[in-house]
């Protein structure tokens, strides 16, 4: 359906029965509205494209094709993570395409943060186009629209860009089967389908990824230390059960280097700071108070596990005046 407007009337969907009823309702819908046809989707393995590919696999099976860009810029272990659930397990049709080279080679020596957005976005267009057009026969675009991209979209927030920057020639008709659905909706719905808890109850993640953790120019060196001092954090956010309690948590490299001292020898590295914070809205943002212990620990690993980095450093900034990210 066409914008499709969520009903005044219509049942928040907090229970498995609500989600069941849903999605039955839902695959019909798709399988009326598809036929036989073909439709694309870029899956990043966040939580509403991973939702909307569950879905339509369970509607038109491999008449769905996913496609997911790896930028680079995302979090340890996450492409391998969309392969295994989807093309593995879910068995869907699902074309990986390893850009990471592509989108550092253009990133390399820009130190604006919003030009580092726009290229990202960009590139990403791009990539998928390619892709796009070397596949034949597909009608339809799959998005992860949901019902807050329609409201601020319309309240003139934020302009909704899912839909925003394929070429002319891929313009197809749109398939937004989470179009009426709010978050914690789609997250429900999301668990019925059958995905992991930790790909449906994930924090959120920024579109440019580590891009805008490794403040002005990225290079790969400081890149690999954002993704694993941040693949550190989760894994002990998850040990101590802050993982689905904390709104979001990450670290950033910064680049600057400060002098230490390792085995007796004078080191020059970088800084990771450490942000962990809730917020309801995003506008207010309050900072998660760590443990000492936590906080001991959290120090301990990253300075012995992380390449490049002598220093530990924790953000206790609310926003305002602080942003969550970086850049
Ligand atoms: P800020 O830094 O503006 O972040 O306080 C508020 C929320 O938005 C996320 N964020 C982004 N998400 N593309 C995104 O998809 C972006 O360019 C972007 N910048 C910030 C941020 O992670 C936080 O949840």
């Not at 680079?72 to 492409?79: N, Y």
């Not at 059960?241 to 950033?252: A, D, H, N, P, S």
């Not at 680049?255 to 004078?266: A, I, L, M």
């Amino acid at each position: 359906m066409v914008n499709e407007r969520r009903p005044d009337d219509m049942v928040r969907i907090t229970t498995p029965e609500l989600a069941d009823a849903y999605i039955a309702e839902r695959i019909e819908a798709l399988k009326k509205q598809i036929g036989d046809r073909k439709v694309l989707l870029a899956l990043s393995g966040g939580v509403d494209s991973s939702v909307v590919a569950a879905m339509l696999i369970k509607a038109v099976g491999d008449q769905l094709v996913c496609v997911h860009v790896n930028h680079g810029l995302l979090r340890k272990g996450e492409p391998e993570q969309v392969i295994e659930v989807f093309r593995n397990q879910m068995k869907a049709n699902l074309i990986y395409v390893d850009a990471t080279d592509r989108f550092l080679d253009k990133l390399a020596g820009v130190t604006d943060p919003e030009k580092k957005r726009m290229i990202i976005g960009g590139e990403f267009i791009e990539v998928f186009a390619e892709e796009a057009k070397k596949l034949s026969g597909i009608e339809f675009l799959a998005q992860g629209t949901i019902w807050p991209d329609i409201l601020e979209s319309e309240a003139g927030i934020k302009a909704h860009h899912n839909a925003g920057g394929l070429p002319e020639d891929l313009r197809f008709e749109l398939v937004e089967p989470v179009r009426i659905l709010f978050k914690d909706e789609v997250r429900v719905v999301g668990e019925r389908l059958g995905l992991p808890a930790n790909m449906v109850y994930r924090q959120p993640f920024p579109g440019p990824g580590l891009g805008v953790r490794c403040p002005g120019a990225i290079t790969r060196d400081r890149l690999e230390a954002v993704r694993e001092s941040d693949a550190i954090l989760r894994e002990e956010f998850a040990k101590n059960g802050l993982e689905g309690k904390v709104w979001q948590y990450f670290t950033v490299v910064p680049d600057f280097k400060s002098t230490g001292v390792r085995d007796g020898k004078r080191t020059f590295d970088w800084p990771c700071i450490i942000r962990a914070i809730n917020t309801t809205d995003v506008m207010e943002v309050t900072v998660e108070h760590l443990s000492d212990e936590l906080i001991d620990h959290l120090v301990k690993r990253i300075i012995t596990e992380v390449p490049g980095i002598n220093r530990v450093l924790f953000d206790y900034t609310p926003k305002p005046p602080a942003t969550v990210e970086y850049e």
